[in-house]
T-cell receptor, first 115, second 113 residues
Framework: GAGVSQSPSNKVTEKGKDVELRCDPI?????LYWYRQSLGQGLEFLIY????????KSGLPSDRFSAERTGGSVSTLTIQRTQQEDSAVYLC?????????????FGQGTRLTVV | QQQVKQSPQSLIVQKGGISIINCAYE??????FPWYQQFPGKGPALLIA?????SEKKEGRFTISFNKSAKQFSLHIMDSQPGDSATYFC????????????FGTGTRLTVIP
């Protein structure tokens, strides 16, 4: 596809259930970022993948959150035992490798609602 | 710890006026400073970006001013229009190092007709 694709666009889940959010980055982009945006708030960094390097997981808020990136392309963010405070829009972005013009392109996000 | 500090949180400007949003950082390794624009229900999109080797960059009505010694940069929107109403995020990145992209907390701009 032409842009970053995220699925699902909306997800409603019951408290305590696990959810998986998917991100398809732009082809050829080696960097992939996950952010969380609560209603009317800023972009909270969660995790960053760069090529084959170990991911920067420093933004994950708890051990209920994990992410993987298979084959250097698609990424999945997993939230286990969801809580109401996990409700937010989860945004994924991708960019080319280090260097000039490494614009990050964002997907439309997944709106997660925990009830 | 907030890597990039942004102000104000919200801003109301009359049509035709100048909108100014400010950001500050501490990490001197940052070498790329983009601004992103986000409309409701959409992901952020790159608006304009600057590198620390220049003090100003202008694209149309949007200008970034960069003060390397003060570790501050700002976005100026000239002749603000209602269509500019959106949330604006500054960001900073160390492109030769860790390469993570850190965002400010955002400024919600409303341009009144």
């Amino acid at each position: 596809g032409a842009g970053v694709s995220q699925s699902p666009s909306n997800k409603v889940t019951e408290k305590g259930k696990d959810v998986e959010l998917r991100c398809d980055p732009i082809s050829g982009h080696t960097a992939l970022y996950w952010y969380r945006q609560s209603l009317g708030q800023g972009l909270e960094f969660l995790i960053y993948f760069q090529g084959n390097s170990a991911p920067d997981k420093s933004g994950l808020p708890s051990d209920r959150f994990s992410a993987e990136r298979t084959g250097g392309s698609v990424s999945t963010l997993t939230i286990q035992r969801t809580q109401q405070e996990d409700s937010a829009v989860y945004l994924c972005a991708s960019s080319r490798a280090r260097g000039m013009s490494t614009e990050a392109f964002f997907g439309q996000g997944t709106r997660l609602t925990v009830v | 710890q907030q890597q990039v500090k942004q102000s104000p949180q919200s801003l109301i400007v009359q049509k035709g006026g100048i909108s100014i949003i400010n950001c500050a950082y501490e990490n001197t390794a940052f070498d790329y400073f983009p601004w992103y624009q986000q409309f409701p229900g959409k992901g952020p999109a790159l608006l304009i970006a600057i590198r620390p080797d220049v003090s100003e960059k202008k694209e149309g009505r949007f200008t970034i001013s960069f003060n390397k010694s003060a570790k501050q940069f700002s976005l100026h929107i000239m002749d603000s229009q209602p269509g500019d109403s959106a949330t604006y995020f500054c960001a900073a990145q160390d492109q030769t190092g860790a390469n993570n992209l850190f965002f400010g907390t955002g400024t919600r701009l409303t341009v009144i007709p």
